[in-house]
């Protein structure tokens, strides 16, 4: 308890001001990346300082008219930029919507410098269930954004061989959660070696963000052992103003309007994230806490991200084959790509896509 408060604390009162915003990000022309949930809130803020240094912004969404809305205020709000935005459809929720919208992005870019997996879910009405009849949150906050990385991976390997060192890179959306209401090591297993999907929906949501956070560390640690030149981080944006929580209730909504915070900050926390050059190969797997500084989350779920070798409890590990086997097993039965994701491998061939 005295950790998550401290975390907790740490995230989220007296917190310094930012060390790294637009003023510090450096010309991004030719540079090409990925937000999904880019029309709105966080995601969107992030899109108009990145198209405002001159950046290709691919926005990731279901809604192709909030999409389209989107990109016209970009537009208007930033005329004189040289950058590109464009807007592919996929349902994080759905599975199979996911393999399309990755080969659409291949047809246009040979290059990704930046994942950002900042769409999400919290607190759905009790018994919202995936298109595959997994949990929503765990469903849209962890299979889907561990697909889209695995499938992007090819391409995010490719680009870091010219790419400056430490630039290309994924994102992992993290929260508060992580430390007030996640189970104790994150995630909780069934007996037959997945993941909860039924624990209460707060709960559920801590351990849908934890998730993320223990497969953007164990993610590292594979692109590291293969030394790939991709980091991996993960985030805690801070508490703010968004349309995340739109399925509370109104007595949480009233006291988010009050206690949190304006959504931009929350874009500068993703900004340093991906853009800082303090997040370097060494800080590879750290966590990111508002707005753009190195932290630490729960000290239980730091010990379920470590591997067994090293003292740890090996729940990253865990998970990311518990993600495999869903990706694999439903993918043989729908789409036919499963047999190209081993058991143990972390990537996909660019030509098994």
Request: charged share 20%; proline share 5%.
């Amino acid at each position: 308890m005295g950790s998550s408060l401290s975390a907790f604390w740490d995230q989220s009162f007296f917190i310094p001001q930012p060390t790294f915003t637009d003023k510090e990000l450096p010309d991004q022309t030719g540079k090409v990346h990925i937000i999904t949930g880019g029309y709105t809130g966080i995601g969107y803020c992030l899109a108009q300082i990145l198209y405002a240094k001159n950046a290709t912004v691919y926005i990731l969404g279901r809604s192709p008219s909030k999409a389209e809305s989107a990109i016209a205020a970009l537009k208007s709000a930033v005329p004189a930029s040289d950058g590109r935005l464009g807007f592919i459809q996929v349902d994080l929720s759905d599975l199979p919507t996911i393999k399309p919208a990755v080969a659409t992005f291949l047809q246009k870019e040979r290059r990704l410098d930046v994942l950002v997996n900042n769409a999400g879910i919290m607190r759905p009405p009790k018994g919202s269930t995936s298109a595959q009849g997994y949990d929503l949150q765990l469903g849209t906050n962890v299979y889907g954004p561990f697909l889209l990385a695995v499938l992007l991976l090819p391409l995010l390997k490719e680009t870091a061989r010219t790419a400056q060192a430490g630039s290309v890179r994924v994102l992992w959306a993290g929260s508060t959660a992580v430390d007030l209401s996640a189970p104790k090591e994150g995630i909780e297993f069934a007996g037959d070696g997945t993941v909860r999907g039924d624990l209460d929906p707060g709960t559920m949501y801590g351990a849908s963000k934890a998730a993320n956070v223990l497969l953007g560390v164990e993610l590292a640690r594979r692109a590291g052992a293969a030394n790939d030149g991709v980091l991996s981080c993960s985030f805690n944006p801070g508490n703010l103003q968004s349309e995340l929580g739109r399925h509370a209730g109104v007595g949480v909504r009233l006291a988010a309007h009050v206690l949190c915070h304006p959504v931009h900050m929350g874009a500068w926390t993703e900004l340093f994230a991906g853009w800082s050059p303090e997040v370097t190969k060494e800080k590879n797997g750290c966590y990111i806490i508002p707005w753009g500084r190195v932290g630490e989350c729960r000290k239980s779920v730091q010990q379920a991200a470590k591997p067994v070798e090293q003292g740890g409890s090996g729940i990253a590990a865990r998970l990311w084959e518990a993600c495999e086997k869903v990706c694999r097993e439903f993918n043989r039965r729908v789409t036919g790509i499963g047999r190209c994701l081993p058991i143990c491998r972390y990537t996909l061939q660019a030509e098994q896509l």
